[in-house]
């Protein structure tokens, strides 16, 4: 790969960060093989399937084919879907593709639209290698009661949940603007806001698209940024869950 194939790839990252969570389809749908599908128009519920919850990137169908890029036969049914009691918020980081992404904070008495993704094993190690299990994101579960899947009802589901903590701002987290949320308490800002008031935390003098390029160029960097943001996090450690079986 030439020099001028990666400082492309980068600056193309670079130029898509702002648009996390990015565009997704507002009702249930099948992810197969590149296309969107409505959900009864392949059967997917005799395979033995993990339900995880999907409430920032993982429900947009491009995200999708970038994560299962060069595997055919790819078949995830993604169905709409309620959460209550938690609202989706920032993470006090700034991922290796530049957005800042999202995590979950407690938040009772709110709903909040949400996605369930049904995935079978060798989908679900693909997921975990991708959101980095282990060093950014940890694998939780969260009990039926709390969520409500069109067409299936309650159902508990399995959930990503960021290591590095919660984005703190005066004193409490901040909410995805992009996400809907009932009974919201905290303010919500778009990904663009965000990355505004990072970038000001961090002291950094930068263009908005020479923060992003030189974040995701560098190993270094990130780490260093990470640091800082998580030195002022607020912490959010589930109960720890047993280890997964399909459904």
């Not at 648009?19 to 997917?44: K, M, T």
């Not at 169908?61 to 920032?90: C, E």
Request: proline share 9%; glycine share 6%; net charge negative.
């Amino acid at each position: 790969m030439s020099n001028n194939t990666v400082a492309v790839s980068v600056h193309e990252l670079a130029r898509l960060a702002p648009d996390y969570p990015f565009p997704h389809p507002p009702e249930s749908f099948v992810f197969s093989d590149g296309e969107v599908l409505a959900p009864g128009a392949v059967p997917w519920r005799s395979e033995a399937r993990f339900p995880v919850l999907a409430y920032g990137s993982n429900r947009s169908p491009a995200v999708l084919r970038r994560k299962y890029a060069g595997h055919s036969g790819v078949l995830l049914p993604t169905l709409r879907a309620q959460l209550r009691d938690f609202d989706v918020v920032y993470a006090a980081m700034v991922s290796t593709l530049g957005p800042v992404p999202a995590t979950l904070a407690p938040a009772r008495g709110a709903e909040c639209e949400v996605a369930v993704q049904f995935l079978t094993p060798d989908q679900l190690e693909r997921m975990h290698r991708s959101e980095r299990v282990g060093v950014s994101y940890g694998f939780g579960q969260l009990p039926a009661s709390l969520i409500e899947i069109d067409g299936i009802g309650s159902c508990s589901c399995w959930f990503y949940h960021c290591l590095y903590g919660i984005l703190r701002h005066d004193g409490g987290p901040i909410a995805l603007a992009e996400v809907s949320c009932d009974g919201r308490r905290w303010p919500a800002l778009t990904q663009r806001e965000v990355q505004a008031l990072v970038r000001h935390r961090l002291g950094s003098t930068a263009t908005p698209h020479e923060f992003l390029v030189e974040h995701i160029a560098d190993e270094n960097i990130r780490r260093d940024r990470i640091a800082r943001l998580t030195a002022d996090a607020i912490p959010y450690v589930p109960e720890v869950a047993a280890a997964p079986e399909a459904s």
